[in-house]
């Protein structure tokens, strides 16, 4: 199981930071959410060049995705992986379902 932080960098381009939820403080405090929303994407699914609508955790609970940004990095995610999307600027990222079975998620709006 991994976590990682999506974000906009200074450079207008998108970034990633693997987060040890255990010793990270900022992942260890209580955070206030607006809601939950349950997704299927199937297999092949692709998001092109996008960035995140809002601050949110998406957790994949089945299946597997890669997460591509502008210097041809690809980072994948699956069961059990978070992700917290702040890139809410910028270029923004890439999103392909790279399983043969539907990546199911929980996105979790939080507020501010």
Do not use: C
């Amino acid at each position: 199981m991994g976590s990682i932080r999506l974000y906009s960098g200074d450079d207008g381009e998108s970034h990633i930071e693997e987060i040890d939820p255990p010793t990270d403080p900022a992942w260890s405090q209580l955070q206030n959410a607006k809601g939950i929303v349950f997704r299927a994407s199937q297999p092949g699914y692709f998001s092109d060049w996008h960035v995140a609508p809002r601050r949110q955790y998406i957790i994949t609970l089945s299946g597997e995705a890669e997460i591509g940004l502008a210097d041809g990095t690809v980072y994948r995610l699956g069961a059990g992986d978070v992700n917290l999307a702040e890139d809410m600027t910028g270029h923004g990222h890439t999103t392909r379902v790279v399983s043969d079975v539907p990546r199911v998620t929980a996105t979790i709006h939080l507020d501010g």
